[in-house]
């Protein structure tokens, strides 16, 4: 299997930060975040992203041998 590069899992952070703006859009109530199943799923589906990305490049800046860091 080919590992992603660090600078790959940054593209993936910033991604999935740009879906949950996306998502959220122009809400300000907490209580309109909540109570929308879709929205909430989709939300944490991208917080899983970020956390499992950063994971990941937090392993390959600790393990350069494993793990490419630079771009392909």
């Not at 996306?22 to 909430?40: H, K, P, W």
Request: proline letters at 1%; hydrophobic letters at 40%; one cysteine or more.
């Amino acid at each position: 299997m080919k590992h992603k590069s660090v600078t790959k899992f940054m593209y993936d952070i910033i991604d999935a930060i740009n879906a949950i703006n996306e998502f959220i859009g122009e809400i300000t109530d907490f209580n309109s975040f909540v109570t929308s199943r879709l929205l909430t799923s989709a939300v944490e589906r991208e917080l899983q992203v970020i956390w499992r990305s950063s994971l990941q490049c937090d392993k390959a800046r600790s393990h350069p041998g494993n793990f490419r860091n630079s771009a392909n």
